[in-house]
């Protein structure tokens, strides 16, 4: 076989074999196919597409070219969560605790900020102490003990993935949906939990802007997991407008305590609710959904919850004084107010670019390896919907520098102020396999 046959043969449209999809990540994984090869079939799959039997057996392919975590030895059916990423997306660190608090063993791999989106492994890293990289003995032992882990891409899991993730960054082949279903459930599937919930996010904060396309991910997505028999469905939730109302790594763990307190954000908290009844569900701790949105709300209501996200910290090596002291969290040495310009409705705010405003303020990587800034970013003091005076704050910048015109300059292009609007829906559809 010949890596330049495979790249026309996709280039110009035709579908590409088992065998020849297994040849080329088993070649892209111990470096016999180079990156240049393997950029242009990737820029091949984004025009041309793959249709479902080729995304299924890229996704098998991906999983086979490193270690999968067996979790058998687990009693109950083990959940993970993934999202397909947003800004200000701080909903991992408060379901997986909210869920493992009602018995639903939570087995989750996480990942690092892509593009203009943050990562949840980088949130959690804002916690002192805080450490994702576990053996896989480790892993099953916290899960087994207390009913919680979340782990990075560590070790020799799904290796294949690691490679293309980081070539799809640098080469505008991130948004595709073959690439990002087989992206994400390689890792799920390797990761070795029974049921997966996914957050397919929509709109300006998210890869798919559309919600046909978010549509189709999903049900790709669904497909490749049922094929492989683990229970697997997808919301399709709003990114129109960041998720809740901060944005960067202390200050969004903050907003997660203060959901668990009952205190927080109303979509957050919702799709918090949403996502996590399904998991309870997947998970057999409940009949149905009413059921576990019941027992979710209660653990919020008796500290249950707030006391598991305490346990979580302590054995991923944390501080779990945060928790009831969130001052400990590393802190911006300045505030600066965004005043808006006219009165009006906040109509739109466009996520994708507040995601780069937070980036620049140092909550993000501009490069692969840049050191990410725990403490600033960004509190939104408006949502779409809401009410402004011209003066009045509609959000508040958290940095370490008063040098941010820029940063300022893309915020105000990023909010619209209009006559009149209204709040988008923040739940989709909901995709089962
Ligand atoms: O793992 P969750 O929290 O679902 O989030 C996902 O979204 C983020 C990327 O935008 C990464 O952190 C990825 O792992
Ligand atoms: O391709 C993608 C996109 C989001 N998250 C992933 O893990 N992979
Ligand atoms: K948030």
Redesign the pocket.
């Known amino acids: 076989m010949r890596m330049v046959d495979l790249i026309e043969k996709k280039r110009n449209g035709k579908t590409l074999t088992e065998q020849e999809i297994r040849w080329i990540i088993k070649g892209y994984t111990e470096n016999t196919i180079e990156d240049y090869q393997m950029s242009a079939l990737l820029m091949a799959i984004y025009f041309q597409g793959m249709n479902q039997v080729e995304a299924s057996t890229l996704t098998t392919a991906m999983v086979e070219s490193g270690d999968q975590v067996d979790l058998s030895e687990i009693n109950g059916v083990k959940v993970d969560k993934?999202s397909?990423?947003g800004v200000g997306d701080t909903t991992t660190i408060i379901l997986a605790p909210l869920v493992a608090s009602v018995g639903v063993p939570v087995a989750k791999m996480s990942?690092r900020g892509?593009g203009h989106t943050g990562g949840t492994l980088d949130k959690l890293e804002a916690i002192p102490g805080f450490h994702i990289e576990f053996t896989n003995e480790e892993f099953i032992n916290n899960v087994n003990e207390h009913k919680i882990a979340v782990i990075g891409q560590s070790g020799n899991l799904t290796p294949a993935?690691k490679k293309i993730?980081a070539l799809?960054d640098v080469t505008a082949t991130?948004n595709s949906i073959p690439?990002?279903a087989s992206?994400?459930m390689s890792?799920k599937i390797a990761a070795g939990s029974d049921a997966i919930v996914l957050d397919v996010k929509v709109g300006s904060g998210a890869?798919m802007k559309d919600n046909e396309q978010a549509t189709e991910l999903a049900k790709t997505m669904v497909d490749i997991g049922s094929q492989v028999n683990r229970q697997t469905m997808a919301v399709v939730s709003d990114m129109s407008q960041p998720l809740g109302r901060a944005i960067g790594n202390a200050l969004e763990i903050k907003e997660a305590i203060n959901v668990l307190r009952g205190e927080g954000p109303e979509d957050l908290t919702e799709l918090v609710l949403t996502l996590g009844s399904q998991m309870v569900v997947l998970g057999q701790q409940a009949n149905d959904l009413d059921e576990a949105r019941q027992m979710l709300e209660q653990a919020i209501q008796s500290g249950k919850a707030l006391d598991k996200l305490k346990e979580f910290i302590v054995i991923q090596g944390g501080d779990e004084s945060i928790v009831d002291n969130p001052d400990k969290l590393p802190q911006a040495k300045f505030e600066i107010q965004l005043p808006a310009k006219e009165s009006g409705f906040v109509s739109e705010m466009t996520a994708d670019q507040i995601g780069v405003a937070s980036m620049k303020l140092g909550a993000g990587r501009e490069t692969k390896d840049q050191e990410i800034n725990m403490a600033v970013g960004i509190i939104l003091n408006k949502k779409i919907g809401d009410a402004v005076k011209e003066g009045e704050s509609l959000l508040t910048i958290y940095s370490d520098t008063k040098d941010i015109e820029e940063t300022k300059e893309i915020l105000y292009n990023s909010i619209i102020i209009s006559d009149k609007s209204t709040k988008p829906t923040l739940i989709h559809s909901i995709i089962t396999g």
């Open positions: 993934h397909t990423g990942g892509l993935d993730y799809r991130v690439l990002i992206s994400i890792k890869f």
